[in-house]
């Protein structure tokens, strides 16, 4: 089995392209959702976040309000940085976690959704193949202003709290253009899919354990054949 790094930028169109893997039967691990679960009440990265952050940023639930933490991190680089500090390695051991599912499920290959897959570049050295979902900067912008109702300032602000796309587009194998419309991009990620199923990295791991599993069945099968003579 191997890994897929699949990235982009902030309202550049991920989920999407997500979506058609998924409809594909892909194995998918969306970073964005154990992030979540990762800070809910009661945990660990939630409590050391609370300490430093203060109760400010709480809903009356006890979660964690995203857009109240959200506004602090984007303006502030520093605070940014500790909050990946405490969140990262809680969700890098369930990911862990996940990617041992899918393997033994028996899975060719398996995606990894990190949205700053390229900005923390430490797992980029695990994934065979990196994917970044690209639209061009001015869709990017406009985009973002719509979906989260965002002034102009406050859109360039989060935009540029990531790399730039372009950067990111150089650092890729696969590019997946998101800047036209929805059918454009399915027909580039049904491309993807096909590449990556054709694949033949890891075959001869995969027929060694293959024989393997095959030989032992069959040991198995003998020593029952001879015991029950």
């Known amino acids: 089995m191997f890994l897929v790094g699949l990235s982009g930028g902030i309202a550049s169109g991920k989920s ?28 660990k990265a939630h409590r050391r976040i609370v300490r430093c952050f203060g109760t400010e940023i709480l809903l009356e639930n006890g979660e964690i309000n995203r857009e109240a933490l959200g506004n602090i991190i984007f303006s502030q680089p520093e605070k940014r ?14 990911m862990l976690k996940q990617i ?6 028996g899975y060719r290959y398996v995606i990894l959704d990190i949205p700053l897959l390229f900005e923390t570049n430490r ?8 994917v970044l979902v690209y639209c061009d900067p001015p869709t990017q912008l406009s985009r973002l202003m719509k979906r989260n109702g965002l002034s102009r300032a406050q859109a360039e602000a989060r935009v540029a709290s990531q790399l730039p796309l372009d950067e990111k587009r150089r650092l890729a194998t696969h590019v997946i253009d998101n800047s036209g419309d929805r059918e454009s991009t399915r027909r580039q990620v049904l491309r993807l899919h096909a590449c990556l199923e054709d694949s033949l990295d890891f075959l001869w791991a995969r027929l060694v354990l293959g024989t393997a599993v095959v030989g032992f069945g069959g040991l198995v099968y003998l020593l029952l054949q001879h015991f029950s003579s």
């Open 16 to 43: 999407t392209v997500v979506a058609v893997l998924q409809e594909l039967g892909c194995a998918v691990i969306d970073a964005d959702v154990i992030a979540r679960e990762v800070v809910q009440p009661h945990s």
């Open 123 to 130: 797992l980029t050295k695990f994934m065979k193949y990196t």
């Open 81 to 94: 940085q500790l909050l990946n500090r405490i969140t990262h390695p809680e969700i890098q051991k369930e």
């Open 100 to 105: 041992l599912k899918y393997f033994l499920l």
